[in-house]
């Protein structure tokens, strides 16, 4: 059995993930890592409540799609505390729904997600590791779209990458950031390379949101390209990107133009194509 | 009546003095230090924006160490009177059973009260400190924590008369801590289930003790929710009264019959 054990060097990655080994000389394994995980989680569960100030929500059931003639295939939030007319307790569920944060589901009113912008930097100081933690982090303290709030997502971000070198969905999110709002499509190419990179080196053990990133960078790598008017790189992206994703229908469509900009559209920095305003107008 | 209310003081006066001997309310204070600290430890991270996590936090926190001493005080008085004999002494005075079951309760409702305000004292300083500001659902919370706290001492008495102290004990943090998983778990399943186990949930719903009742945190600590409605806290206190009366009327049932 010892003998198994030893030679199963696959084992050991596939259930700690070594995005988090290699930063971490202790491993998860440890008090302090499992209280930093579940602490994280807890914060991460816990934007929900805060963003919804107070009210708690669930996934419906399937039995309550039905009911509601609601597609089986996507999900739909519901108040943990039931409303009235699905509510058996008669009084004590009225006095449940008035001591707790209730609103029906429909009228809730949602906070604004900035305010959820100390949980984001509590949970990646608790945990360095948690990456969704520094992605949507990002999206949020970007949220305004002004130089300066681009500026301090790309600070937050660069600081998730100091803590997560080898991880894709931060290089993936910090390239989309530069591209789409920077307009700076070679600093966006050296991350979403970086990301792709990151991504194929892991790729046997990568999770569903690091998978999605991956295919997100051979995505948005091709734009680049495209927009770039590097139709050799281009082309080379979708294919390697279609080699790992084959079921990708997004791909093949990066070549083409899918909206014709307006006249006034100011066109990213780099070298951009005359091929296409030439045709264009 | 009189004689009987100097009866019922001497007797929660005796569970006061012998919480203070045990030095219980030392480690109320330590975990209240614990909170203070705790809040330190998130100052760090820089206070801005923190205020409804932090009251949240502080909540719960308080929520589930003056539970524990609501639990612990409860079950532990009656099971201790019979084990050191000092129950036998009692009951040579001119007391009922009853009488002592009441007192008992009475005393263990005070040192939780206490508990509740030396911890809720130290969160108030704490949240202060965070610059939280103190709304009128804040009182609500506190008042319907206090009828909460008390029907804890409720359950903890009785279960105390049926059970081990340690089977009581582990049996009044599974009702309190799990209260709402187990009322979720009953409104969840309803509509699933046939008639005969709907009979079912009915009657666990009627008799469970509704513990997340008097739990306001949800809308204490976040923003902008309005004061509950009188009619709630008035329903709350009926609630308290008459579903502890219930259960002092089943303990004495098994505690009259007890030889001793």
């Not at chain 2, 303990?251 to 019959?257: T, V």
Request: aromatic share 10%; with cysteine; charged share 20%.
């Amino acid at each position: 059995m010892a003998g198994i054990g030893w030679n199963a060097t696959e084992v050991s990655p596939v259930v700690n993930p070594r995005i988090r080994r290699v930063q971490t000389s202790e491993g998860d394994s440890s008090v302090l890592g499992q209280f930093q995980t579940s602490a994280s989680g807890w914060l991460w569960s816990y934007t929900e409540v805060y963003l919804n100030n107070g009210i708690k929500l669930r996934r419906m059931t399937g039995a309550e799609k039905k009911a509601q003639n609601l597609p089986a295939e996507r999900n739909f939030g519901q108040t943990i505390i039931p409303g009235k007319s699905d509510d058996f307790r008669g009084i004590i569920g009225d006095v449940e729904r008035a001591v707790s944060a209730y609103t029906p589901t429909q009228n809730h009113r949602q906070n604004d997600p900035r305010q959820c912008l100390p949980l984001f930097r509590l949970m990646t100081w608790l945990d360095p590791y948690f990456v969704e933690g520094w992605t949507t982090g990002a999206m949020v303290v970007g949220m305004d779209y002004t130089p300066g709030a681009t500026s301090r997502a790309l600070e937050f971000l660069r600081e998730g990458l100091q803590e997560n070198p080898d991880c894709v969905d931060i290089p993936m999110m910090f390239g989309m950031i530069v591209v789409t709002r920077n307009k700076d499509l070679k600093q966006g190419e050296r991350f979403f390379i970086r990301a792709i990179q990151n991504g194929k080196s892991r790729f046997e053990i990568l999770p569903e949101n690091e998978m999605s990133a991956l295919r997100s960078s051979y995505r948005w790598l091709a734009l680049v390209y495209r927009n770039g008017g590097n139709s050799g790189k281009l082309a080379a992206t979708v294919k390697e990107g279609l080699q790992v994703f084959p079921d990708d229908l997004v791909l093949p469509m990066t070549g083409r133009f899918s909206v014709v900009p307006p006249k006034n559209y100011k066109w990213p920095k780099g070298e951009v194509r005359t091929r296409f305003t030439s045709s264009s107008g | 009546m009189i004689q009987k209310l100097r009866v019922y003081r001497s007797l929660s006066r005796a569970v006061v003095l012998e919480s203070i001997r045990r030095k219980d309310l030392w480690v109320v204070a330590l975990l209240g230090f614990l909170i203070l600290m705790g809040a330190s430890a998130l100052g760090i991270m820089g206070v801005e924006g923190l205020q409804v996590f932090v009251k949240d936090l502080g909540v719960t926190v308080l929520g589930a160490f003056s539970t524990i001493v609501a639990v612990l005080t409860s079950t532990r008085m009656l099971p201790e009177e019979i084990k050191h004999r000092t129950l036998y002494p009692l009951l040579s005075r001119p007391i009922s059973r009853l009488d002592l079951l009441i007192g008992k309760l009475i005393g263990s409702i005070v040192v939780t009260w206490i508990a509740f305000a030396i911890l809720a004292a130290l969160t108030a300083l704490a949240l202060l400190g965070f610059g939280a500001t103190v709304e009128m659902i804040m009182l609500q919370y506190v008042v319907a924590k206090l009828m909460g706290l008390a029907l804890v001492c409720a359950v903890g008495l009785t279960l105390s008369v049926y059970m081990t102290p340690a089977a009581a004990a582990t049996t009044g943090f599974i009702l309190t801590f799990g209260s709402s998983i187990i009322v979720r778990a009953l409104t969840s399943s309803y509509n699933d289930v046939d008639q005969a186990a709907q009979f079912g949930l009915r009657f666990l719903n009627a008799a469970l003790p509704q513990f997340t009742l008097f739990d306001l945190g949800g809308r204490a600590a976040n923003v902008g929710w309005a004061p509950v409605p009188v009619w709630v806290m008035g329903f709350l206190l009926a609630y308290w009264i008459f579903y502890s009366a219930g259960l002092m009327a089943l303990s004495w049932a098994k505690f009259n019959r007890r030889a001793l």
